[in-house]
């Protein structure tokens, strides 16, 4: 291992439950970083409805700033019940989305593996999840989320009539293609496309640009599949799927669907690329349920700085030792209470989930170097 890799992350832990998963996923990046001599300096900022109590916006520019000076960041969750009754562009979440679009980053990565150690967690027969691996591709910056005129229609104070609109310029289909299937390339080389292309104009013009992008990769096979059947086939044949490109309202409903492969939500993390500056954030959101309780998953917080050092940092090797450290903790039985089942052999909260996946890393690291040594 070469060390010293300098990487500056602007922290930002958000509501409920994320600042409880994001101090897993700091802790065990300083283990990586104190084991291999690398430089991780953090940044903490407020986002979402901390931010909108301390500064009154879900986005301060002070936040904003420091994302865009930093070389990645890392995102826990936002969104909170107090704010449930605002209007969309006044939420926790328009700080998320703003964020987004600031940074750039246009292709959601959200890796979805099964582990063996979770089949009893899952609802799914293990037959049916065994051997599933896939990533599913979002575009995340167009759609419904974001295109106009969107609002509501207001007669006498009184909404009357609410609208958003969904646009794709072929462009932003074409860019998230290319991602999708340059995946492939690392992969099984076999993209699903999803759309819906037998009522809506933007997925006919989804469905005809990436067969126009896939002609440039002559050795990815390429598949389309309606949003509906999609549904339903990730459920009944997960392990039938390689990459699966969205755009990005169907790519949000697709990638929860996708996490009952593990049981729970807990255990998926994402990375946004393609922008100035990468995001990560677990797929999950704030859990008001659970939040303050310190029994959340804190897996998916550090397998998204997992794929930060594999993505930003290109420390392939510090990547696959977290995820080598995650299995081996959910193989010797433990496991958050969204993870229990007949074969858990010990119920942990957030905090020591990540003292132990931080453990099993320094035991992996010092074994090859050991290995290395002889
Ligand atoms: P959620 O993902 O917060 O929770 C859904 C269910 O999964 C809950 O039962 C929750 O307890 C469970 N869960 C989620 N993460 C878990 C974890 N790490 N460990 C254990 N259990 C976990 O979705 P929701 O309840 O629909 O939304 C709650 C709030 O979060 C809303 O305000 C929503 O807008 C926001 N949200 C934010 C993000 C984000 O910041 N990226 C993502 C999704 C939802
Ligand atoms: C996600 C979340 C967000 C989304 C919300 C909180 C804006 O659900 O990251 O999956 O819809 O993109
Ligand atoms: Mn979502």
Redesign the pocket.
């Known amino acids: 291992m070469k060390g010293e890799m300098k990487l500056r992350i602007a922290l930002l832990p958000g509501d409920g439950i994320g600042p409880e998963v994001t101090r897993e996923a700091v802790r065990v990046l300083q283990a990586v970083a104190e084991l291999c001599s690398h430089d991780f300096e953090f940044q903490e900022l407020p986002v979402g409805g901390v931010a909108i109590r301390e500064h009154g916006s879900p986005l301060p520019v002070n936040t904003l700033d420091a994302c865009l000076a930093s070389q990645a960041v890392l995102l826990g969750a936002?969104?909170a019940p107090e704010y449930d009754h605002l209007p969309p562009d006044r939420r926790p979440?328009a700080g998320?989305?703003t964020l987004r679009q600031a940074l750039g980053g246009f292709a959601n990565l959200r890796p979805v593996v099964f582990h063996e150690a979770l089949a009893p967690a899952s609802p799914l027969r293990p037959e049916k999840i065994k051997n599933a691996d896939l990533l599913i591709v979002r575009e995340l910056l167009g759609g419904l989320?974001f295109s106009e005129p969107r609002g509501f229609t207001v007669e006498d104070g009184v909404a009357v009539a609410a609208y958003n609109t969904l646009r794709y310029e072929a462009h932003e289909i074409e860019r998230v293609a290319h991602v999708a299937f340059q995946a492939a390339r690392r992969r099984r080389r076999r993209v699903t496309s999803v759309d819906k292309a037998n009522v809506l104009e933007t997925s006919q013009l989804w469905r005809a640009t990436v067969a126009r992008v896939a002609r440039s990769y002559p050795d990815v096979e390429l598949e389309h599949i309606y949003v509906d059947a999609c549904a339903m086939r990730l459920v009944s044949e997960p392990a039938r799927f390689d990459v699966v490109l969205a755009e990005n309202l169907f790519g949000?409903i697709l990638?929860?669907e996708a996490a009952v492969v593990n049981g729970s939500l807990g255990t998926l993390a994402?990375a946004t690329i393609g922008g100035t500056v990468d995001l990560y954030?677990p797929?999950h959101?704030s859990a008001p349920d659970i939040a303050g309780r310190g029994i959340a998953n804190p897996i998916g917080a550090i397998a998204s700085a997992a794929l930060m050092l594999r993505y930003t940092a290109r420390l392939e090797q510090e990547a696959r030792d977290i995820e080598m450290a995650i299995k081996q903790v959910l193989d010797a039985g433990y496991a958050t209470p969204d993870l229990q089942s007949a074969s858990t052999r010990c119920v942990v909260g957030t905090a020591e989930m990540g003292q132990l996946i931080a453990e099993a890393l320094a035991e992996i690291v010092d074994l090859r170097r050991a290995y290395h040594a002889v």
Do not use: Q
């Open positions: 936002v969104g979440e998320l989305l989320y949000d990638s929860d994402s954030e797929v959101g």
